[in-house]
T-cell receptor, first 115, second 115 residues
Framework: AQSVSQHNHHVILSEAASLELGCNYSYGGTVNLFWYVQYPGQHLQLLLK??????LVKGIKGFEAEFIKSKFSFNLRKPSVQWSDTAEYFC?????????????FGDGTTLTVKP | KAGVTQTPRYLIKTRGQQVTLSCSPISGHRSVSWYQQTPGQGLQFLFE???????NKGNFPGRFSGRQFSNSRSEMNVSTLELGDSALYLC??????????????FGPGTRLTVL
């Protein structure tokens, strides 16, 4: 069975600080990887995705993530956070082999950015 | 394109009742997935429908069921409601080609409160 682990439940940063949120997954096959964000009062939206190719993927709003296959990791990064990045961030995995429309989510990381 | 819409947005029911939630996917999306989001359990996959057939199912009791219509709209039903069913129910749609799935687009959710 797939599982996703996000290392931090709550992260507090000051504006302009750098961000790295950890995500590790457990699955023996080939995966698609996603980061979603949920801003306060809004619904989940996609930040970035990895299907294949360059393991460093860039998403919206200056976010990027690196897929390291040997470590089963897909960490999210942003060089300089803004107050508007305050939100909950979810890492998710789908299997390329089966369960096409089934995403397994991590528990989420709440990011609070202090102005 | 219009996004994923869910109705109703809020619902209050009492224990033992049943409830039906509705989801209209993005036009052209044939896969519809349902998730339950709670503070304690995070985002849990319920089931996925594709071309009116349930393609994947999560680990929820039989009280949770769903269906998809020929226009890809989907409904989920929960019978004999329990207090623990209080949650945000999210619908997500995606384009698929065979088993390959693109990212999922989420609706705003239906907030179900069971009293």
């Amino acid at each position: 069975a797939q599982s996703v682990s996000q290392h931090n439940h709550h992260v507090i940063l000051s504006e302009a600080a750098s961000l790295e949120l950890g995500c590790n997954y457990s699955y023996g096959g080939t995966v698609n990887l996603f980061w979603y964000v949920q801003y306060p009062g809004q619904h989940l939206q996609l930040l970035l995705k990895y299907f294949s190719g360059d393991p460093l993927v860039k998403g919206i709003k200056g976010f990027e993530a690196e897929f390291i296959k040997s470590k089963f990791s897909f960490n999210l990064r942003k060089p300089s956070v803004q107050w508007s990045d305050t939100a909950e961030y979810f890492c998710a995995v789908t299997s390329k082999d089966t369960n096409a429309g089934k995403s397994t989510f991590g528990d989420g990381t709440t990011l609070t950015v202090k102005p | 394109k219009a996004g994923v819409t869910q109705t109703p947005r809020y619902l209050i029911k009492t224990r033992g009742q049943q409830v039906t939630l509705s989801c209209s996917p993005i036009s052209g999306h044939r896969s519809v997935s349902w998730y339950q989001q709670t503070p304690g359990q995070g985002l849990q996959f319920l089931f996925e429908y594709f071309s009116e057939t349930q393609r994947n199912k999560g680990n929820f009791p039989g009280r949770f069921s769903g269906r998809q219509f020929s226009n890809s709209r989907s409904e989920m039903n929960v019978s004999t409601l329990e207090l623990g069913d209080s949650a945000l129910y999210l619908c997500a749609s995606s384009q698929t080609s065979g088993r390959a799935v693109n990212e999922q687009f989420f609706g705003p959710g239906t907030r179900l409160t069971v009293l």
